[in-house]
C-alpha cells in the first residue's frame, strides 16, 4: 500500500520562510511533485523533480523563490519556500508516479498515481 504524508505546513508572515516534506512508504523509483489548492480555485501545479533528482519543474509563479529537491535515502521529498507572498496561501498537496507508469507531463494531475492529504500553508501578517 503506498502512502503519501505531508508535513511542515504551518502560518508564517509575508517574505518567511517554510520547508514542506512528503514522505513515501511502499513505493520507489518514483517522480515526486507538489501541487497546491487556494480556497475557491483549483487545484496548481508547483514543482516536480525526477526520481534520480536531475531534473526539476517549476511554475513560474515560484520560480526563484521555491526549491524542490529529495533524498531517495529516505523517500522524501522537499519543497522549500522562501519568500513567501500572501497569494501562497493554499493547502499543499504531495503526488507521486513510478517511472514505469509515468506517461505525459509532469504539469498535470493525471499524470501522477499518488497522493497526499495535503498541508495547510498561511501566509499572512
Known amino acids: 500500500q503506498v502512502q503519501l504524508v505531508e508535513s511542515g505546513g504551518g502560518f508564517v508572515q509575508p517574505g518567511g520562510s517554510l520547508r514542506l516534506s512528503c514522505v513515501a512508504s511502499?513505493?520507489?523509483?518514483?517522480?515526486g511533485a507538489w501541487f497546491r489548492q487556494a480556497p475557491g480555485k483549483e487545484r496548481e501545479f508547483v514543482a516536480a523533480?525526477?526520481?534520480?533528482?536531475?531534473?526539476?519543474y517549476y511554475a513560474d509563479s515560484v520560480k526563484g523563490r521555491f526549491t524542490i529537491s529529495r533524498t531517495n535515502r529516505k523517500n522524501t521529498v522537499y519543497l522549500q519556500m522562501n519568500s513567501l507572498k500572501p497569494e501562497d496561501t493554499a493547502v499543499y498537496y504531495c503526488?507521486?508516479?513510478?517511472?514505469?507508469?509515468?506517461?505525459?507531463?509532469?504539469?498535470?494531475?493525471?499524470?501522477?498515481?499518488?497522493w497526499g492529504q495535503g498541508t495547510q500553508v498561511t501566509v499572512s501578517s
Open positions: 523533480i525526477m526520481s534520480s533528482g536531475d531534473s526539476t
Open positions: 511502499g513505493i520507489s523509483n518514483y517522480a
Open positions: 503526488a507521486a508516479v513510478r517511472d514505469l507508469y509515468f506517461s505525459g507531463s509532469y504539469y498535470t494531475q493525471p499524470s501522477y498515481e499518488y
